[in-house]
């Protein structure tokens, strides 16, 4: 496998970051699949330019624990490049990629680059627009899996994040939350305080040397 290096950590996001836009492409493989994942910076898109350090952790994770994503119907949310969604996408699982409206020209662009000569295995994913709290409603609800890496900075989302993940998962989806654990901005406070409050949740893998959780949660039935 191969990724770039580790960057720093630019949060908050400012969209003055970047006085110029440029695009840089960065290959990874996964499972035995070859991504090409381009970022594009300085096109306003924030955080959601970059392929951060919780989406490689957390392909790498369906990589060592051999997941059989083929067939699953999944949903990937704060998609950004979509590294996380197009590899799931290549071992044959439905998927929808999700980001704010801005994101979406990279995600399909993204999911354009990665697409085979023979074509999907499944379906192309599909690229939506999804804001939190918002237009969550106009999605279904029976998902296998819902897929979020390094989404998790923001603590007035956090209500939003919450809702709009106990809506996707009613028919009892699996989510899988890849995050780097800032403390500066409360990452632990939505696994700790929030999640919990509507879903069992566990700590599946911890990277001391990066910071990173991986978290497995599933929506608590009413008693």
Known sequence: MSCPAEEEDPFPADDGLFSESFSQEVVFTFMGEQLKISQ?????LGVAAAVWEAAVHLCRFLEDQSVNLKGKRIIELGAGTGLVGILAARLGAEVTLTDLPLALPQLQANVSANTLSSGWPSAEPAVLPLSWGEDHLNFPSDWDLVLGADII????TYPLLLKTLTHLCKS?????????????HGTHIFFEEYLPSRFHVMLIHRDEKQNNNIYRASLRTEE
């Open 172 to 184: 009892g989806a699996v989510v899988y939350l890849s995050s780097k654990m800032r403390r500066e």
């Open 40 to 44: 594009v910076f300085g096109a306003n």
């Open 153 to 156: 900075y923001l603590s007035e």
